[in-house]
Each structure stands twice: as structure tokens, then as C-alpha cells.
């Protein structure tokens, strides 16, 4: 599959047309900011990991019924997906308060939620991606009730495989997000990518960090990191 122009570029991955017209490829490189691109770095081979581990990710959650954008992986760093429009909130899902559910609320890292807690965020990098509510994401014509509805219930059971399946592993997932797209037909799938940048997993006994909090907060051991949650999730 040849790559064509490229339409998109991101912190973390380029988007090129294909040969096909309903498809895009996507590269997975190996540049890493944090905090709304102040800090600046790269993780040796992230491209490459975090191609894999989405490309399984995706695998298991298809497997249990949930749509994706997902279509093939086309080499170490490319994975060819549907074409979507992405849907401009980030919708993130929380089982243990981590990073800014922790500073929000006062409330101390590690302490485990009583029930899941989904957020959306506003895609928009000028403003810093501001959490906002429902009533914020219907004024602003993002989705409709129903959109919301179905992207929160589509959270809460990605995140009830994931979970289920990574603590398997030894891994606890602390929180995650998730971007969806909506097709041509107005199919509304899971995109973007689901990998150590855009989750917090933690060792389910040590609590050691396995993601990218080893970048943003300088944990060191960072493409370590990475390479063990492959090395768990493909055992
Ligand atoms: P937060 O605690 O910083 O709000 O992050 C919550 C989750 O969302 C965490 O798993 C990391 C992920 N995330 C992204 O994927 N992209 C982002 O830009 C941010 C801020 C967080």
C-alpha cells in the first residue's frame, strides 16, 4: 500500500492519504510533548511500540463488539485505518485518580474510584484541551445527546475489556483516552490510538509506571517502559 499526500500532522503520528479512497495511512513517530507541547522530547522506537500495542488493543476490543477505525498494519510504524472526521473532544476514562483528576480535586494519586468517571475534554490546543461538560459539548454543536451518549457508553466498555484483560497481565489501567470518528455512512468508530501515550497503566503489585508519566514527569527508563507493556500485552 503506497503512501500518498500527507494530510495531517500531529505531535505523535502523520496522516497520508492511501490508494484507497475510504482509507488512511497513519505513521507512528517517535516525538513526545507533553503539557500542551511545552516539553518537547522524543522516546527511541515509540512509533514502532505504540503501532503495536494499538494495533492489539484494537484487535481485543473489536473482538468484543466495538467498532474501530482500525483495517490492517502495514509495517513497524503504519497502520492503515477507516477515514473518518475525527469528533473534536477527547474522551477520557478514569479507575484510580492520576494527573489532573488528582490536582482538580484535591484528591491523593492511587486513590481507586468508586465507580469509573468519564470527561470530556475540547480538542483545541490554543486553548489546552479544557474540560468541558455535555451541556458545554451540545451548545458547541460537538455531538448530539445521543453522539454523548454513545461515546460515553463506548468508553465505559472499552474500558471494562481493557481492564479486565490488562490486569491478566499484571497491569492496572489507571485512565485512558479515547478520540472517535464518524465515517462517510455517519458511523461513529473508535480511532486515533490507544497506546502508553494516551493511557496510564501501572504494574498491578508494585504500582511502578509503565507509561508516558515516565516522560512527562522525567521517571527515566521511558522506551523500557514502553517495550514491557508490549512484551505483557503479547504473552
Ligand atoms: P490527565 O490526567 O492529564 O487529564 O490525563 C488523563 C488521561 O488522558 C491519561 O491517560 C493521559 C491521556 N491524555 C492524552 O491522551 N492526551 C492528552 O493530551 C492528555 C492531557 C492526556
Redesign the pocket.
Known amino acids: 500500500m503506497q503512501k500518498g499526500r500527507m494530510m495531517y500532522e500531529g505531535k505523535a503520528k502523520r496522516v497520508y492519504e492511501s490508494e484507497r479512497e475510504d482509507a488512511y495511512v497513519v505513521e507512528f513517530k517517535d516525538d513526545a510533548t507533553a503539557f ?1 507541547g511545552q516539553k518537547k522530547g522524543s522516546i527511541e522506537q515509540k512509533g514502532v511500540y505504540n503501532n503495536r500495542i494499538s494495533t492489539n488493543f484494537f484487535h481485543w476490543i473489536e473482538a468484543e463488539g466495538i467498532a474501530t477505525h482500525y483495517l490492517d498494519t502495514l509495517s513497524d510504524r503504519e497502520m492503515l485505518v477507516k477515514r473518518v472526521r475525527i469528533i473534536p473532544v ?1 474522551v ?1 476514562t ?1 479507575n484510580v485518580v ?4 488528582a490536582t482538580r480535586l484535591g484528591m491523593a494519586e492511587g486513590t481507586e474510584l468508586s465507580r469509573p468517571v468519564v470527561e470530556f ?1 475540547l480538542k483545541n490546543d490554543e486553548l489546552g ?1 479544557p474540560l468541558i461538560n455535555r451541556s458545554h459539548a451540545l451548545a458547541l454543536a460537538i455531538a448530539t445527546r445521543e453522539q454523548l451518549d454513545l461515546l460515553e457508553a463506548t468508553a465505559l466498555q472499552v474500558n471494562a475489556i481493557l481492564r479486565r484483560r490488562l490486569l491478566e497481565k499484571g497491569l492496572l489501567l ?4 479515547l478520540e472517535f470518528g464518524v465515517t462517510q455512512a455517519g458511523e461513529i468508530l473508535v480511532a486515533d490510538e490507544i497506546s502508553p ?4 497503566f501501572w504494574d498491578a503489585k508494585t504500582k511502578e509506571k509503565l ?2 508519566d515516565r516522560f512527562r514527569r522525567d521517571l527515566g527508563r521511558v522506551e523500557e517502559a514502553y517495550q514491557e507493556i508490549l512484551r505483557r500485552i503479547e504473552e
Open positions: 500542551n477527547e477520557v478514569r492520576a494527573g489532573t483528576l475534554y484541551d489507571v485512565d485512558f483516552k501515550d494516551t493511557c496510564r507509561d508516558k
